[in-house]
């Protein structure tokens, strides 16, 4: 199993920044890749940001491209989600997530509780 706990969410102005941290426990975290995903009221949970086991190069949604940065410490076991020029639209529960390829098309997955984001215009 996989723990995962993020921190870091809160209330910010329109164009302000913030980080969010997750912090796994559990098993190797430099083995798992992993993600922020986000869930706004009434709509599905979207992908925001993903980085690999390596720390090779991150994924984002076209919608935080050039605004948000994702990061890892292996040594910290923790990744970052750095969001600066906050928009009103970001505003949603963020969760990390950790996914592991098994093979024989297996995948282990583990979900943070979430933390809130809200951004006021």
């Known amino acids: 199993q996989v723990q995962l706990v993020e921190s870091g969410g809160g209330l910010v102005q329109a164009g302000g920044s913030l980080r969010l941290s997750c912090a796994a426990s559990?098993?190797?975290?430099?083995?798992?890749?992993m993600g922020w995903y986000r869930q706004a009221p009434g709509k599905e949970r979207e992908f925001v940001a993903g980085?690999?086991?390596?720390?090779?190069?991150?994924y984002y949604a076209d919608s935080v491209k050039g605004r948000f940065t994702i990061s890892r410490d292996n040594a910290k076991n923790t990744v970052y989600l750095q969001m600066n020029s906050l928009k009103p639209e970001d505003t949603a529960i963020y969760y990390c997530?950790?996914?592991?390829?098994?093979?024989?098309?297996?995948?282990?997955?583990?979900w943070g509780q979430g933390t809130q984001v809200t951004v006021s215009s």
């Open positions: 980085i690999s086991w390596s720390g090779g190069t991150p």
């Open positions: 559990g098993r190797t975290f430099s083995n798992y890749n």
């Open positions: 997530h950790a996914s592991r390829d098994r093979g024989w098309g297996i995948t282990e997955d583990y």
